[in-house]
């Protein structure tokens, strides 16, 4: 799960990490109101979304008045903000962030990521901060450094003190620095993060070391212990057909296709995907209910499934050992009656209570299409789909 800039920053000050001081705004003249709270003359405005690359396109700004601030942030408010990394269509900034300007003498990169090789954090910086990681890794790989930390010891002062020196900082930044990485580490430990970055970690000129952006994400199955990080989420930032799907606990993931899937087991949902690209269709998604689905988990489904307009038939597809499929067939006549189905069903039931489930879907009357078998399903599938103008 990721957060915002502002929340990030917030996190980290916490830990000891300098950040600049800033306000939060909902509205233009509410930034307005920050700059002046603020004071000084010079404020960095910045789009609140969950992406970097905003100063690429726009989504950060260097104003020299209030009027600038509060007339800069109306042109972001309500915009979709599309960066290298959302892709279309974009981020929707709803909140802004002002902060008082730094002069910038150096900026660096920070990242701490989890290594999955050596099952540790490892710490990765580079003296040439401002460019995305993935363009430092290949315009400049030879100023990346890499370190990695052993859990049983943490971040011990001699690796922080090594790391500053390969930066090239000298004097009071290398202390500045020490302190910047362990509170970093204890950041990312104390919180289940998977990733903390500050690109720019800057040198004001005035020689002191400040994190000008952050960033920080968390592993979404250690939320459940840190009600402090899940309460962050803003499912503005996020597919609203995954966000809903999240609320109801399904497994879901969109994707580009039109036929909608609803399958037990990841297995099975994986298998089916396939079955359905070989019969020439496209999944819109995978989506695993799980073991124990009642009808009214089925009927959540379906509308999960039917958040996504491009869905112009829905597969299911259940194989049930500890689910029922007389469970699943009135699951499907309710969501079909309730939700006021128009697109054609195609159902494959196999397993425990298969006769009676078979039964249900028939006696109801509905226009569902049965299939027997996994590949028979996906030709039924992708065979019912409306035919698309040529
Ligand atoms: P990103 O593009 O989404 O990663 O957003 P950043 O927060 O990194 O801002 C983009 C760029 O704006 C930074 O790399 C800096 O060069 C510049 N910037 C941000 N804050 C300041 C500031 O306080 N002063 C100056 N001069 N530039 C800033
Ligand atoms: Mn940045």
């Known amino acids: 799960m990721d ?46 979304i969950h992406s970097g690359g905003r100063g690429e396109v726009g ?6 008045s209030e009027e600038e601030v509060r007339s800069f942030a109306a042109t972001l408010f309500g915009r ?24 910038i003498a150096q900026e660096l990169y920070l990242g701490f990521v989890l290594d999955r090789k050596t099952e540790r954090i490892m710490i990765v910086a580079s003296s040439h901060g401002g460019m995305e990681i993935e363009d430092l890794a290949v315009e400049d790989p030879d100023s990346l450094h890499r370190m990695v930390i052993d859990p049983a010891v943490g971040l011990a002062e001699f690796q922080a003190r ?19 990485l362990r509170a970093c ?30 960033k920080m994400s968390f592993d979404t199955n250690a939320l459940y212990r840190r009600p402090e990080i899940a309460q962050l989420r803003d499912p503005s930032q996020e597919d609203a057909r995954e966000s809903s799907a999240a609320d109801n606990g399904l497994a879901y993931v969109g994707l580009t296709g039109d036929i909608g899937c609803i399958i037990n087991g990841a297995g099975l949902a994986m298998a089916t995907m396939d ?10 998604n995978f989506l695993d209910i799980g073991g124990g689905a009642s009808p009214e988990r089925v009927a959540t489904a379906f509308r999960t499934v039917l958040t996504d307009t491009n869905v112009s038939v829905i597969l299911v597809n259940i194989f049930a050992g500890i689910n029922r499929c007389d469970w699943v067939a009135e699951g499907v006549v309710q ?56």
């Not at 996190?11 to 300098?18: N, R, T, Y």
């Not at 970690?201 to 400040?210: A, D, H, I, N, S």
């Open 185 to 214: 580490y204890r950041a990312y430990r104390d919180h289940d993060a998977m990733m903390v970055e500050i690109n720019p970690l800057v040198v004001t000129r005035t020689g002191e070391l400040v994190a000008l952006d952050a």
């Open 162 to 180: 090594e790391l500053a020196f390969s930066l090239g900082l000298k004097g009071g930044q290398v202390a500045q620095m020490v302190k910047v």
């Open 275 to 284: 079955m359905i690209h070989l019969s020439g269709g496209e999944p819109a």
């Open 59 to 64: 989504g950060v700004k260097l104003c020299r």
């Open 335 to 390: 969501a079909y009656r309730n939700e006021g189905l128009t697109l054609p069903v195609v159902v494959r039931l196999a397993g425990t209570n298969v006769e009676a489930g078979r039964k249900i879907l028939e006696e109801s009357g509905l226009p569902i299409i049965a299939a027997d078998t996994l590949a028979d399903a996906a030709e039924h599938a992708v065979a019912a789909r409306p035919k698309l103008a040529a």
């Open 80 to 103: 979709q903000l599309v960066t290298k990394q959302t892709g279309e269509p974009g981020k929707g900034v709803y909140r802004v962030w002002v902060e008082g300007a730094s002069d």
């Open 3 to 48: 957060i915002h800039e502002y929340q990030a920053k917030e996190i980290l000050a916490g830990f000891g990490v300098p950040v600049p001081r800033g306000g939060l705004a909902y509205s233009p003249e509410q930034a307005g109101y920050r700059a002046r709270e603020l004071g000084g003359d010079a404020w960095v405005v910045k789009a609140q």
